[in-house]
């Protein structure tokens, strides 16, 4: 019985430092979204749409936060199907000048790789030199190696045009760009 309880007081601290952490990987220390590679924090931020809390987002990456190696990721905080994130990235990939030809090829690779999303869901995204490879809470689910493909997706979040500047100022951790 005394071992049980210990055993129980261990997991029930473990836990309460896991809430005060607040579930995530983002600390200030380095995240290795995949083997081998170890980032370093940049930034957090949060999207919104009409007011809503869509996701919170958190940024690390090598020696320049824009280039790869890079890791981003999505803490979703509402229910959203995976096509309808499919959907908002091809728009927003089309709106930093991706061609059509190529937004067909990779709305199909899309659709394949993003899962549909409860609230405490993540999605990170990790930027490689060849292309991007994306897990699902904390597990492997796919990758798109085309280099063309991984600029314009992490472009979303972090290129000047972005749809949301205060965004990418957060992840980045600049004042204005």
Partial sequence: MRQNG????????ASICLLLLGGSVFANDAYEPVSG????????GEFRRFGFLVYEAALWG????????LALQLTYKRNIAGQKIVDASVQEMRQLGASEQSLK???????QIFP??????????VYKPGGAVFL?????????????FARFFFAIWLDPRTSAPSLRQ?????KSS
């Fill in 105 to 111: 090829v990779w709305e199909v690779q899309m659709s």
């Fill in 6 to 13: 210990k055993k129980f007081l261990q997991a029930f601290i």
């Fill in 170 to 174: 957060s992840l980045l951790g600049t």
């Fill in 37 to 44: 590679m170890r980032l370093a924090p940049y930034g957090k």
């Fill in 116 to 125: 549909d999303v409860k609230p405490g869901d993540q999605i990170t995204g």
């Fill in 136 to 148: 699902y809470n904390n597990r492997e689910v796919g990758e798109i190696r085309d280099p063309e």
């Fill in 62 to 69: 090598g020696a320049n936060p824009q280039q790869p190696p």
